[in-house]
């Protein structure tokens, strides 16, 4: 059974950079499966980040005008989520999620990220 | 970006009954390769959202049969058959044909 966990430093300050980890389990990252970045605030909903294919293709929300990359190491079996110059808009659980061609069917349980000084 | 947009936003149903919620699409979810990427997705509280449904009708593995889809090009539906008390929460749809992958806005399902 495939499992994805996030994981994350806790409280981020204005203006820093927030990082993400999803560790994968029950299968390899390698498979033939895009690898997805949602976050949901109150305000604004579930909004998608964006994504990475284990080739290293990556797919972004223009909404956040290049501040996000999303990477991916093989030999962890896990992908990484970065997003820059955060301010409290950015504040919202963040998960991780893998995206086949049954849609978004397996996701992780969600971690909370604070923007606050 | 294209604008899905859910009602009623939200629906108190008795046990038991029928809902429906619906999920109008701003643009036309048909992909170049023919199939309609749009999903429904269910969060209860505390919880991640889990896939029901994906392009449009097809249930995903272990979805109750009493969950269902439909719809095309603009206009989806997901329908709950006989609702029961483990289905309270919000629905989402959303569509995967073009990016930015979107959300609807969520319809709460509660019990009278």
């Known amino acids: 059974q495939v499992q994805l966990q996030e994981s994350g430093p806790g409280p981020v300050k204005p203006s820093g950079t927030l990082s993400l980890i999803c560790d994968v389990s029950?299968?390899?990252?390698?498979?033939?499966?895009?690898w997805n970045w949602v976050r949901q605030t109150p305000g604004k909903g579930l909004e998608w980040i964006g994504e990475?294919?284990?080739?290293?293709?990556?797919n972004y929300n223009p909404s956040l005008s290049g501040r996000v990359t999303i990477s991916v190491d093989k030999s962890k079996n896990q992908f990484s989520l970065r997003l820059t110059s955060v301010t409290s808009a950015d504040t919202a659980v963040y998960y991780c999620?893998?995206?086949?061609?049954?849609?978004?069917?397996?996701w992780g349980q969600g971690t909370t990220v604070t923007v606050s000084s | 970006e294209i604008v899905l947009t859910q009602t009623p936003p939200s629906s108190p149903v008795t046990l038991g009954q029928p809902a429906s919620i619906s999920c109008r699409s701003s643009?036309?979810?048909?992909?170049?390769?023919?199939?309609?990427?749009l999903s429904w997705l269910h969060q209860r509280p505390g919880q991640p959202p889990r896939l029901l449904i994906y392009?449009?009708?097809n249930r995903f593995s272990g979805v109750p049969d009493r969950f269902s889809g439909s719809g095309a090009r603009t206009e989806f539906t997901l329908k709950i058959s006989r609702v029961e008390a483990e289905d309270v929460g919000v629905y989402y749809c959303?569509?995967?044909?073009?990016?930015?992958?979107?959300f609807g806005q969520g319809t709460k399902l509660e019990i009278k």
């Open positions: 999620a893998r995206f086949t061609e049954t849609g978004m069917d397996v």
């Open positions: 029950g299968e390899s990252i390698s498979s033939s499966h895009w």
């Open positions: 990475i294919y284990i080739s290293g293709s990556t």
């Open positions: 643009q036309n979810l048909v992909h170049n390769n023919g199939y309609t990427y």
């Open positions: 392009k449009v009708f």
């Open positions: 959303m569509q995967t044909t073009q990016f930015p992958y979107t």
